[in-house]
């Protein structure tokens, strides 16, 4: 953002993004893919995690189903919306 904004574009790039990607934006809890089948092997149920720039909850919904608490930040609008969409379709609760 801080770059487009310098060359004068003043449009968040996960705005225009978010609004293309459609179902890509989908999370199946269950999926383990790589590297997220690493990560899961490494948490517990007294793991607390931290997702700094979370998205749509690509790492932070598969990964609060087996976590004490996931904190999931996302700067991004369009993203938190889906983020959130994805938690609540996995049946995980907003806070």
């Not at 269950?30 to 517990?44: F, N, Q």
């Amino acid at each position: 953002g801080a770059i487009r904004a310098r060359y004068g574009d003043e449009g968040d790039y996960w705005t225009a993004r978010a609004a293309t990607m459609g179902p890509q934006l989908r999370v199946d809890p269950d999926a383990l893919t790589p590297p997220l089948d690493r990560l899961r092997a490494e948490i517990g149920p007294e793991t607390t995690v931290l997702d700094v720039g979370a998205g749509w909850g690509r790492f932070a919904v598969p990964l609060a189903r087996a976590a004490r608490l996931v904190t999931a930040v996302e700067p991004s609008a369009p993203l938190r919306a889906a983020l959130r969409e994805n938690a609540a379709r996995a049946g995980i609760p907003p806070d």
